[in-house]
């Protein structure tokens, strides 16, 4: 991965934030895309949305809650793809501040997080359902998609430019259609000019196989922003943790079972599960961007957040695991849980807690100087050989009702032994070959030949 820029440097610090799906369509209480899904009729629809008015939306009690979470910035989406603007669009009448509310929700959430120190995010999609245009395209309606296309970079420079410094933004709903037709690279531009330092995100459309082609004949090897095959500044993987070797990356996860917008009857997934995404997307290098929808009237489910007061308060003893951690497991300790790597220190994240008050870590090279059980600040004593790290005194009940934790503070960055720097299954076989031969090389249970 390029070096990353100074003024991106606390994306990567900041490894978890909120995203919030809000809308008009909160009020079906059947998720996000239920004007699409349902096949709802269209005036119907928008004559519900006009009359939207969430009396009990609170901006600063949202940011209160992301930030007692542990969260470091948001993402509020501004439109979905139903096309209702929840900021005062000059483009449209088809906004909170023109129809029943009469207030811009974006303004209200972006002065009430940043008074709470947290990064602000934007989501925007691209696709507007009403409008017959963006079904047809420009193959089959020019005219139409030209003044459909303008209209939603006008409505970018407008988000771009009457709130004060952006810190995120988040596209989605270019589907069909390519970065060519929705002219991405001079979005981003437009962009960059407005606020230079601003993060963008993959989702400006997957370029057609010709375009492709041309962008491979005339490239000169630069893959910033606007000039690569696949626009963006950092990747967004949904519903999975993966990687991106490439560059900044955020996996978006609901906090439910499946859907993002405000769903009744949705099942939540329990606080250990969504700590748990965090720490996994944390280890592997990346930020977790944890969905909420909130209710029609403009509440945070309590579910939601009782979750984050959990998380949250978890954090506030283990954060420093979290926060500007390093990628990268250092050797086997799936038995027991996850790693963390952070300077001189090792994290041991116990997601399963066997009772015994030892517990062995193999394949550490580094040595040891301190181990502390980090969630009650007990100092542990440890013996280390040169394949073995074992802890003792551990207590019988877990710590926390969450994931207990070990630190290991170093000598230097830990390492592992050259066995131990491959997970199962990967890297070259022939390195555990000696270990194999300690027991001999026949099948038999000594490993003794019967020739």
Request: charge should be negative.
């Amino acid at each position: 991965m390029t070096p990353i820029p100074d003024y991106w440097r606390w994306f990567p610090e900041a490894r978890f934030g909120m995203f919030i799906h809000w809308g008009p369509y909160s009020q079906y209480g059947r998720g996000e895309q239920v004007l699409f899904r349902e096949h709802l009729n269209q005036k119907g629809y928008a004559e519900n949305a006009c009359r939207w008015n969430p009396g009990n939306f609170d901006a600063t009690k949202w940011a209160g809650v992301a930030k007692n979470g542990g969260m470091k910035y948001a993402v509020l989406t501004t439109r979905h793809h139903d096309g209702f603007c929840l900021w005062n669009s000059k483009v449209t009448d088809y906004t909170a501040a023109s129809q029943a509310a009469k207030r811009d929700f974006v303004k209200e959430y972006i002065e009430a997080f940043r008074d709470a120190g947290l990064r602000i995010g934007l989501y925007y999609s691209l696709a507007d359902w009403r409008i017959p245009a963006y079904w047809e395209g420009p193959e089959y309606d020019p005219d139409g998609w030209e003044i459909f296309r303008d209209s939603v970079h006008a409505q970018v420079r407008e988000l771009l430019t009457n709130y004060g410094p952006i810190d995120v933004f988040w596209f989605d709903g270019a589907w069909p259609h390519s970065p060519l037709e929705w002219k991405s690279r001079e979005l981003v531009e437009m962009m960059r000019a407005i606020q230079p330092h601003i993060l963008i995100n993959n989702r400006l459309g997957k370029p057609h196989e010709h375009e492709l082609a041309q962008q491979k004949e005339s490239a000169d090897g630069g893959a910033g922003a606007g000039e690569s095959a696949e626009l963006g500044d950092f990747g967004t993987p949904e519903h999975h943790i993966t990687a991106d070797p490439n560059r900044l990356w955020e996996s978006c996860q609901v906090s439910t079972w499946r859907l993002w917008g405000y769903t009744i009857g949705e099942r939540w997934r329990p606080a250990d599960y969504l700590l748990d995404m965090l720490i996994e997307a944390a280890t592997k290098g990346g930020n977790l961007l944890m969905n909420v929808g909130p209710t029609p009237d403009g509440e945070l489910p309590a579910e939601f957040i009782r979750r984050m007061e959990k998380i949250g308060e978890w954090l506030r003893v283990h954060g420093e695991m979290i926060y500007d951690s390093e990628p990268g497991e250092v050797c086997e300790f799936i038995t027991y849980g996850r790693q963390m790597r952070r300077g001189n220190n090792l994290y041991l994240i116990i997601r399963f807690w066997d009772g015994r008050d030892t517990m062995t870590l193999a394949g550490l090279e580094t040595n040891v100087l301190k181990a502390t059980l980090m969630t009650t600040g007990a100092e542990l004593e440890f013996e280390q050989s040169a394949d073995y790290v074992t802890m003792k005194g551990l207590p019988a009940q877990p710590p926390t009702d969450l994931f207990p934790v070990i630190k290991l503070e170093c000598s230097g960055p830990p390492k592992p032994r050259n066995w131990a720097a491959k997970r199962l299954w990967s890297g070259d076989p022939r390195r555990m070959t000696p270990w194999a031969a300690e027991r001999g090389t026949s099948i038999f249970a000594d490993g003794k030949s019967r020739r």
